[in-house]
């Protein structure tokens, strides 16, 4: 063997012995309640297909004649020869929906953070984030060149330290193009936590001390808000975020990300993000799925979806009532079941799938280390029946132990 090929399976062996070694698992089958996975159906409580939209009919007519006018790629970037009418119309409907001048879609929700910090920010200027935002985040944080800061999750005493140096930094007489920008970026859903960002006082914080702020509504977008539009609406606060970015593979149904704001903020990062100028368009399927997505979600039908999913929610929250696990008190589909130990969690995830429930382990680098655990997630799509099964499943695992009377409240 090699020594490059030795060194690999060194690596993967320690990856192993620490229990975080991950591997690709195959569904045949398209996205829902009920998945496919080799030979084996589990019921699926990892999707982040809050309203089912993955397969709906509707998305799925829509990619099929963007296919049949616009043809199956793209052929170039945007700025070639690549932005076709389908990403157009993605872009206005998007915008209508946030209530912002203008909008912009990227290949990914990673790529999306990636170009928007690094059109916005250099070496001159401050980027603070919580310390639980999503990796792509932290990631597109460390590469834009600002100096980065982190505040505790969700502090805002933390968050206001840092914003008090970031205020001596920027003091003026200093020989730079612009006034350095600080940019507070935070998840408005966190992701692997399920609860909810401070909104109102990082909006305060962020106006009291000249700051910006760019909001990741991923897992708010579809869920919050009159008129479903994240948790800056909910929270009526979204005139005041600078930012608006999201993505399109959670309650809209399909991939990608994008970034919402006023027209000089898009238009300068068409001409400054390289996740967006260097990258082929997305296919025109995509962006005419994500569309009618979009535009679901505001329909009435979006409506009784989101019902829906919060019955699910309740429903699972109130049978774990009891069981001596720590429930978010907010309403998040996003529900974590602290397990702390890597090789726990991992075997917990294998128990379950062998009584039919699909919830993969989330272990580091995706959490901190001894802060591994189950992310059970609940979509418009399950029944009552599915999350009595998965309630059924996490006594039988004595992962939680509640009692009687809490079980007969967990709803048929």
């Not at 929906?97 to 920010?121: I, M």
């Not at 309403?331 to 919830?359: C, K, T």
């Amino acid at each position: 063997m090699k020594p490059f090929e030795q060194e690999l399976n060194q690596q993967l062996a320690a990856t192993r012995e620490q229990a975080l070694y991950r591997q690709l698992r195959r569904i045949n089958s398209p996205q829902g309640p009920l998945i496919r996975m080799d030979d084996q159906r589990l019921l699926n409580f990892s999707s982040n297909d809050y309203l089912g939209l993955a397969n709906e009919s509707a998305l799925k007519a829509a990619a099929k004649a963007a296919i049949d006018e616009f043809g199956a790629g793209s052929g170039a970037s945007r700025l070639i020869c690549g932005s076709l009418a389908p990403h157009h119309q993605l872009e206005q409907t998007l915008c209508e929906f946030k209530g912002t001048e203008a909008a912009l879609s990227f290949s990914s929700g990673y790529a999306t953070a990636l170009g928007v910090l690094g059109a916005l920010l250099d070496k001159g200027d401050i980027v603070i984030i919580d310390k639980l935002v999503h990796a792509c985040i932290v990631d597109a944080a460390r590469l834009c060149g600002a100096k980065l800061r982190v505040y505790a999750h969700n502090d805002p005493e933390a968050l206001e330290k840092i914003l008090k140096w970031a205020e001596r930094q920027s003091s003026p007489g200093r020989s730079q193009a612009r006034k350095p920008r600080t940019l507070i970026v935070t998840e408005s859903v966190f992701s692997m936590e399920g609860d909810l960002a401070l909104l109102r006082e990082i909006i305060e914080l962020k106006e009291k001390y000249g700051a910006c702020l760019m909001l990741d509504e991923a897992h708010a977008t579809g869920l919050f808000g009159e008129r479903r539009r994240g948790l800056a609406e909910a929270y009526e606060l979204a005139g005041r975020v600078d930012i608006q970015m999201g993505k399109l593979g959670k309650a809209l149904g399909e991939a990608g990300g994008y970034v919402c704001g006023s027209g000089a903020l898009i238009d300068l990062i068409i001409n400054r993000a390289r996740s967006f100028i260097f990258s082929t368009a997305p296919t025109p399927a995509a962006a005419a799925a994500a569309n009618m997505g979009v535009r679901f979600v505001q329909s009435s039908e979006g409506e009784v979806r989101r019902a829906q999913l919060w019955a699910r929610v309740d429903q699972f929250k109130n049978g774990l009532a009891g069981g001596g696990l720590e429930v978010p008190v907010v309403r998040s589909a996003i529900i974590p079941i602290m397990l702390g130990d890597e090789n726990r969690a991992v075997q917990m995830a294998a128990e379950l799938r062998a009584l039919g429930i699909f919830a993969p382990a989330i272990r580091y680098p995706t959490v901190a280390r001894g802060a591994a655990r189950l992310r059970v997630t609940l979509t418009a799509r399950h029944s009552a029946a599915d999350v009595k099964q998965l309630l059924s499943a996490l006594r039988r695992l004595s992962i939680c132990d509640w009692n009687v009377k809490s079980e007969k409240n967990s709803g048929e």
